[in-house]
């Protein structure tokens, strides 16, 4: 069963001193599951980026609002390819610099937090942040979810 997720935004009196907190932009059909999903962590995920100074700050040191970086974040079911290559080995894909996340259909099983880790580090690399082994220079993946862990509260 597949879903088609509203674009826009909903209110919320749980992010900070903001009266409307963004919700995730969907591109095409997504699972009912991985929405679900993605909405809950999209939202706390917005939350820490606006309560946590330390949150904000991995977006400013590249350069980015944090939450601009995932009020533009084009989020769409990874495809059936997809899901059979980088699937295999991530829970979601997103090349630097670009908006574009794919969340594969293995995203739906993360607890809120962890998948409010995911929507974090994708939007860091949207945000320019690079990782191992496409930068022999960047941080591993493992690196990048610690660095978002301790930072975010997560």
């Not at 980026?49 to 939450?67: H, K, N, Q, W, Y």
């Not at 995932?70 to 610099?97: D, F, K, M, N």
Request: proline share 5%; glycine share 8%; net charge neutral.
């Amino acid at each position: 069963m597949t879903a088609v997720l509203v674009l826009g935004a909903v209110r919320s009196a749980a992010v900070g001193n903001s009266s409307v907190a963004p919700s995730p932009r969907v591109s095409g059909k997504m699972s009912t599951r991985v929405g679900a999903k993605l909405e809950s962590a999209f939202a706390l995920a917005a939350r820490q980026v606006d309560s946590r100074p330390a949150c904000r700050e991995l977006f400013t040191r590249l350069g980015c609002d944090g939450m601009s970086q995932l009020s533009t974040t084009l989020y769409y079911q990874a495809s059936p390819e997809r899901e059979r290559g980088i699937c295999r080995r991530a829970l979601a894909s997103t090349h630097v610099g670009s908006p574009a996340t794919s969340l594969c259909s293995r995203y739906d099983s993360l607890t809120d937090t962890e998948a409010a880790m995911v929507v974090l580090h994708e939007a860091l690399h949207w945000s320019g942040l690079t990782e191992r082994p496409m930068d022999p220079n960047g941080m591993s993946a493992n690196d990048i979810n610690e660095m978002v862990r301790e930072a975010c509260g997560l």
